[in-house]
């Protein structure tokens, strides 16, 4: 399968008459961009307003964050499954406005949503800080339910991404990357002396609002399977989680997984990389042994010599990352696995609430448990009040002057477990 992703520089973003891009500029309608929201009978009301990097800006409680893109050619649509119709993604051509995001963020769902700072030091630890945001401040009705009020506003974010994307369709865009790979036997054949490499790709599915959706199907009723890694790239797979902000995978990173992308950067130079696994982070036991059972056999099903496995999420997903370890090791598939680590607040404390001496290769995202004072900003993009609330804050973190002192577990995208981050730590 070959994917061409057609990126669009965008310099900045601004109001505007007319929703569409010119000479690197992003213009949106505000009217229609509300108007698009409040279809959705849950929402009360939306603001919109933009971040721009260097803001002295503060975006509070991130919920989701998307990359507006839309389908030039090849089959299906953005958000197959969700906001089009089921169709195999992945082919053809995509347009990307790159540097663009949509921010959805507003009263808290549960306790797990994040920060977003445009500038100061926790500008430092959210590569959102660097592109130009358009939030949608979502306000639903009273009496919503959690899980009703999660879908409104992730569908909200996926509905604006759509609708600013295909501003980009007839324009020819500033970089174009390609990406392809080929059935199963063709592939290994064309590297028959590069060593076999895939990518185990766990997704957060314990409920209770920690869901993710591929092609538009919760992904704790799926057993483990196959995917062409541009289906990842083309909008395969969605967001709708409220983990702690500092490892939750947002749309966005589903979109730009740095670990598909660098694959691809080696793929037919040091090794030969067949595909995706994904698989899912459940709660009960016997769904952590089925699923690792299947990863490891599909593992083994390819011919892998080595596999990267990524988690999403902390604590009782630990359990899964090192079930598959050991059952893909077990096999003689040499693993990795990218994590992060709560390790305390000075850094002395267990790591994983799960170990075993066949995860012995390991990236970390960082210690999400390390503390930070964010600086007061000069606008609010949000609700500032339910910082002490959120993971990772605590009753004082919100201090008088508007300032924060919390572990940078409330900061989004912190220690990101896909790498998508400047944190790490490096073993002697």
Not at 4 to 16: C, H, P
Not at 17 to 34: A, F, Q, R, S, Y
Not at 219 to 232: D, F, G, Q, R
Not at 307 to 326: H, R, V, W, Y
Request: a negative charge.
């Amino acid at each position: 399968m070959k994917l061409e992703l057609g990126k669009i520089n965008i310099k900045s973003v601004r109001l505007g008459n007319k929703t569409e891009v010119k000479e690197g500029i992003l213009t949106i309608n505000e009217d229609c961009i509300k108007n698009l929201v409040l279809e959705d009978e849950r929402i009360k009301s939306v603001k919109v307003e933009i971040a721009t990097p260097g803001d002295k800006t503060r975006i509070t409680p991130v919920k989701d964050v998307i990359e507006p893109r839309v389908k030039v050619s090849g089959a299906g649509g953005m958000f197959p499954g969700v906001r089009t119709k089921i169709d195999l993604v992945g082919s053809g051509r995509t347009n990307v406005l790159s540097g663009v995001a949509v921010v959805t963020c507003g009263k808290i769902v549960g306790f797990q949503e994040g920060i977003i700072d445009m500038s100061g030091p926790g500008a430092d630890f959210t590569p959102f800080s660097q592109t130009c945001n358009v939030c949608l401040v979502i306000e639903p009705f009273d009496g919503l339910t959690p899980y009703d009020y999660e879908e409104a506003a992730r569908n909200a974010g996926l509905r604006i991404a759509e609708y600013i994307g295909d501003t980009g369709k007839d324009i020819e865009p500033d970089i174009l990357e390609v990406y392809e790979t080929k059935p199963l036997l063709e592939a290994i054949a064309e590297y028959p002396d590069l060593p076999k490499v895939g990518y185990v790709y766990m997704l957060q599915t314990q409920g209770l609002l920690h869901d993710t959706y591929v092609y538009g199907v919760d992904a704790k009723k799926m057993v483990p399977t196959i995917l062409y890694p541009t289906e990842v790239m083309d909008g395969a797979i969605i967001s709708g989680n409220c983990v702690s902000a500092c490892d939750k995978n947002t749309t966005y990173h589903h979109q730009n997984n740095p670990i598909i992308h660098d694959l691809y950067e080696r793929h037919g130079k040091d090794l030969n990389f067949l595909g995706v696994i994904i698989t899912n982070e459940t709660v009960y036991l016997a769904d952590k042994e089925r699923s690792s059972m299947w990863t490891a056999k599909l593992c083994k099903y390819l011919g892998l010599d080595a596999a990267i496995i990524s988690q999403e999420g902390f604590g009782n997903p630990d359990t899964d990352l090192i079930m598959n370890c050991k059952k893909i090791e077990a096999l003689g598939i040499k693993t990795v696995i990218v994590t992060d680590e709560y390790a305390g607040r000075d850094g002395k404390s267990q790591s994983l609430a799960d170990a075993d001496k066949a995860a012995d290769a390991v990236v970390t995202g960082g210690n999400a448990n390390e503390v930070i004072l964010l600086p007061p900003m000069d606008k609010i993009i949000g609700i500032l009040k339910y910082t002490d609330k959120i993971a990772g804050g605590f009753d004082g973190s919100l201090r008088p002057d508007g300032s924060i002192e919390a572990e940078i577990q409330v900061i989004t995208g912190s220690t990101n477990e896909l790498g998508f981050n400047k944190m790490t730590a490096v073993g002697m």
